[in-house]
């Protein structure tokens, strides 16, 4: 014949949860740096492409090169395609030269941007040019001695956001297995602790 113990369940108490709660602030805060610096380093690493392109192709401006011998020779639909794209501006922010289809006019960042970017040499921004579309953006100034303007690289952050989103699922999960786990263990050892 087998006995079965019944094991009393453990007394939550208020006193455990007052206890408990700077360990579930510090979980909770690290686990939101930890989302944010991964989120923005997948975020930065999104402008790497269009950097370079718009380096190169304000380096070529600069010295008078064809603007139309810079330009890739494939259009890209900014709507469904995640190939870079190319849209170079009059110093005035008027479009004189792209490389994108998908859209009935090519769109001009806010004069903002342009503002920005002739004092600053450059500026990256995530623009949204239409509904449902994002862009990770590099815009740079150039001067030559016989032209000006401005040089936009941009790409669709489609795949970008959907990496993100995977990591705050992730990073949502191991804070509720953290935050649940880390009572569960405090009220145990502090009941072991009190007998």
């Known amino acids: 014949m087998y006995t079965v113990i019944m094991r009393q369940p453990i007394p939550v108490t208020t006193l455990h949860i007052v206890r408990w709660l700077p360990l579930a602030f510090a979980i909770t805060v690290l686990a939101g740096f930890t989302y944010a610096a991964v989120q923005q380093n997948m975020r930065l690493a999104a402008n790497e492409p269009q950097a370079q392109m718009a380096t190169d192709i304000k380096a070529a401006l600069s010295v008078n090169e064809s603007p139309d011998a810079l ?30 289809t998908g859209t009935d006019v090519v769109p001009v960042p806010p004069a903002g941007v342009f503002v920005y970017t ?29 032209s000006s303007g401005f040089v936009l690289v941009g790409r669709n952050l489609r795949e970008t956001e959907k990496n993100e989103d995977s990591v705050l699922q992730m990073t949502v999960a191991a804070w509720l297995v953290a935050i649940v786990g880390s009572l569960g263990l405090y009220i145990r050892a502090d009941n072991i602790i009190k007998k």
């Open 71 to 100: 330009l890739p020779n494939r259009s890209v639909d900014i709507s469904t395609s995640l190939s870079p794209f190319v849209i170079l501006y009059d110093e005035s922010g008027n479009p004189t030269r792209n490389t994108i």
């Open 118 to 146: 002739r004092q600053k040499g450059e500026d990256r921004i995530t623009w949204a040019p239409e509904r449902g579309i994002r862009l990770a953006t590099v815009v740079q100034h150039y001067k030559s001695n016989t």
